[in-house]
């Protein structure tokens, strides 16, 4: 079975388990996929770049709340109704 590997460097298992932070040093910063029988088994990412991708997840939920605000009517309300 064909599988996507979202990851520029892959190590396998045994090497994984061997010398983890070897591993992921030499990903320089960016993810590592751990493969199993030449699948891939789990993704590796630094601190930094999971910070990155929290902080996209958490941008594209807000993009999608401001998305279903847009559709509302514009209340109109005066200085004296604040």
């Known amino acids: 079975m064909t599988q996507m590997i979202h990851a520029a460097l892959a190590a396998s298992i045994t090497e994984f388990k061997r010398n983890p932070m070897a591993a992921m040093a030499q990903a320089a910063g960016a993810s590592l996929v751990v493969l199993n029988h030449n699948e891939p088994a789990f993704y590796c990412v630094p ?3 999971y910070a990155q991708i929290l902080d996209a997840l958490e941008d ?3 993009n999608a709340i401001a998305d279903e605000r847009a559709g509302l009517k514009p209340v109109k ?3 004296d109704d604040l």
């Open 60 to 62: 594209l939920e807000l």
């Open 77 to 79: 309300v005066t200085l």
């Open 47 to 49: 601190p930094e770049l």
